[in-house]
C-alpha cells in the first residue's frame, strides 16, 4: 500500500537553515545538510528546500547546498525559491533535486508548468499555491504570501494538473507558523478536484494536526519548526500515525 | 566498471552517485568502446517513453544495447529504463521498446491519484539473487503514471499494489528492471543495488 509521506520543509538562507513565522522574523537553526541527514536517518519520508535568499550571490551557494544535500541524502528532495525559468529548473535537477516546486513564477507565467513538464516530465513539477481563507472562497496569493491575485485556490489547483505539474503543495497561509492545525477544508476541497497527490503545509503544531490532514485527504504533511526545534520527533510522529490507521513507511 | 547510459533524459548525477557509495567503479557514457568494454549496464531514465526511444535511436544505442544484454552481462533498467526494456508501451500512442522483457506498459486505471508517487512495498513473488536482504514489507520510492504488465509472471521478482498488482523487480536472466528509484531509496535501495553489484562479481 501507498503510505503517506511525511515532510520537513528547510527554508535555506545563505546556506543556513532558517524557521520564518507568518514570513517574517527569521532565525538561523542549522547546517541543511545535517539536518538533512538527520532527518532522513529518522524516517522523513521527503524533503523540501526552499532558496529564501534573493541575491546571484546567494543562489550559488544555494545551489552549493543543494549538491551537498543530494551527495549525503538517500530520499527524494524538492527544491522551491526563485525559480522562474526552464533553466531554473536545469540548474536545480543538475545539483540533484528530485522535483522542483514553482509558486509566484507560474502564477505569473503558467507556460512555466507546461514547459517545465515538457522537458523535465511532470513527475519533477511542483505546483506550490499560498492560500487565504477569504471566507466564501481561498485566494492564492503570491510575492510570499504578500500579493492578492484574486485566483481561486481549486481553480488554480485544477488548472495547474490540466498545465502538467505532477504534484500540489497547497500552503495554507493563515496556518503557517501559528501551529493551530493544517487547514482541513481547503485541502480537502483541492484533493477532491485534483488527481494529483496533495501536499498539505502550514499549521503544524501537534501530531494529531498530521493525523487529521491525512485523514482529510492529503497525501503528504510537511512541516518545520515542529521538527527543526524537536518539538515531535519524526519516529514518535509516525508510530503515532500508525497507531491512527494511517499507512506509514 | 559499470556503464550508466547517458542518452539525455533525466539526471543521471544522483545514479552514479550511489554506486560510487556503493564502491562500484562506473562511468556515465554513450561512447560504444566504453560499453562493450563495461561489465555491467545500467539504463536510467525518467520522463516519456516516447522520447527515450527517440533519444536512443538518435545516439544509436538501440542495436547496441540489445547486443550488450544478449551478451549475458548484467543489465539494470532504472524507472522509465525499466520500462523500455519490454516490448511496448501505450504511452501516448504505441511504442516500440527494447524487447528484451516480455510485456507490455499500460497506464494506471481506478486509481485515485496519478502519479503513483511516494513509498510502497514490495510483494515477493519469485526468488533471485537480487531480492537477498530485503524483508517483507520493505518500501520503495515510486513516481510514474504507467506500469508494466508482464507476460511471463516467474519474471516479476517483486510486485507492488496500488489500484493493482504490477511489477516492481523484473527479471530474465541477466536483464533486470526496477520501476522505483533504487539510489532515492534509503537503506532498502542500497540493499538492491548492493545485490546487483554482486550478479556482477
Known amino acids: 500500500m501507498l503510505a503517506k509521506r511525511i515532510i520537513p520543509c528547510l527554508d535555506v538562507n545563505h546556506g543556513r537553515v532558517v524557521k520564518g513565522k507568518k514570513f517574517k522574523s527569521i532565525q538561523d537553526v542549522a547546517d541543511p545538510v545535517e539536518l538533512a541527514r538527520r532527518y532522513s536517518l529518522e524516517g522523513a519520508d521527503e524533503l523540501v528546500f526552499y532558496d529564501i535568499t534573493a541575491s546571484s550571490e546567494g543562489r550559488e551557494i544555494f545551489l552549493d547546498t543543494v549538491e551537498r544535500v543530494a551527495e549525503h541524502v538517500r530520499i527524494p528532495f524538492t527544491i522551491g525559491g526563485g525559480i522562474r525559468t526552464p533553466d531554473d529548473f536545469r540548474k536545480v535537477l543538475l545539483a540533484g533535486a528530485d522535483k522542483v516546486s514553482v509558486n509566484t513564477a507560474a502564477v505569473l507565467n503558467p507556460t512555466l508548468i507546461s514547459e517545465a513538464a515538457g522537458i523535465y516530465g511532470s513527475q519533477c513539477v511542483v505546483l506550490s499555491i499560498d492560500a487565504k481563507n477569504q471566507g466564501d472562497h481561498w485566494e492564492v496569493f503570491i510575492n510570499g504570501g504578500r500579493t492578492p491575485t484574486g485566483i481561486d485556490v481549486v481553480e488554480w489547483a485544477k488548472q495547474g494538473e490540466a498545465l502538467g505539474a505532477g504534484e500540489i503543495c497547497l500552503n495554507a497561509i493563515d496556518a503557517d507558523g501559528v501551529k493551530t492545525g493544517y487547514a482541513l477544508g481547503i485541502t480537502k476541497a483541492v484533493s477532491q478536484a485534483v488527481r494529483l497527490p496533495i501536499i498539505a503545509s502550514g499549521g503544524a503544531g501537534e501530531m494529531v494536526h498530521f493525523a487529521d490532514v491525512l485523514e482529510a485527504g492529503a497525501d503528504a504533511a510537511l512541516a518545520a519548526s515542529v521538527f527543526h526545534y524537536e518539538q515531535i520527533p519524526i519516529p514518535t510522529l509516525k508510530n503515532y500515525l500508525r497507531s491512527r490507521g494511517l499507512i506509514i513507511r | ?201
Not at chain 2, 550488450?68 to 501505450?90: E, R, T, W
Not at chain 2, 510514474?144 to 511471463?152: I, P, T, W
Request: aromatic fraction near 10%; hydrophobic fraction near 40%; glycine fraction near 10%.
Open chain 2, 1 to 201: 566498471m559499470i556503464a550508466i547510459i547517458d542518452y539525455g533524459v533525466g539526471n543521471l548525477k544522483n545514479v552514479r552517485h550511489v554506486f560510487k557509495l556503493l564502491e562500484i567503479p562506473a562511468q556515465v557514457t554513450r561512447d560504444p568502446e566504453v560499453i562493450r568494454a563495461a561489465d555491467a549496464i545500467v539504463l536510467p531514465g525518467v520522463g516519456a517513453f516516447r522520447d527515450a526511444i527517440k533519444n536512443l535511436k538518435k545516439y544509436e544505442l538501440i542495436d547496441l544495447l540489445k547486443e550488450q544484454a544478449n551478451s549475458g552481462k548484467p543489465f539494470l533498467g532504472i524507472c522509465l529504463g525499466m520500462q523500455v526494456l519490454f516490448d511496448k508501451s501505450y504511452e501516448d500512442g504505441e511504442w516500440e521498446g527494447l524487447g528484451l522483457i516480455e510485456g507490455e506498459i499500460v497506464r494506471f486505471e481506478d486509481v485515485p491519484k496519478i502519479p503513483h508517487m511516494g513509498w510502497n512495498t514490495l510483494i515477493k513473488k519469485n526468488d533471485s539473487p537480487i531480492a537477498n536482504g530485503i524483508g517483507a514489507d520493505s518500501y520503495v520510492y515510486f513516481v510514474h503514471s504507467y506500469h508494466a504488465v508482464a507476460k511471463n509472471p516467474e519474471d516479476v521478482v517483486f510486485a507492488t499494489e496500488y489500484g493493482t498488482k504490477f511489477p516492481a523487480v523484473v527479471q530474465s536472466g541477466n536483464i533486470l528492471g526496477m520501476q522505483f528509484h533504487p539510489e532515492k531509496s534509503a537503506e532498502v535501495g542500497m540493499q538492491l543495488l548492493k545485490n546487483f553489484k554482486e550478479m556482477i562479481g
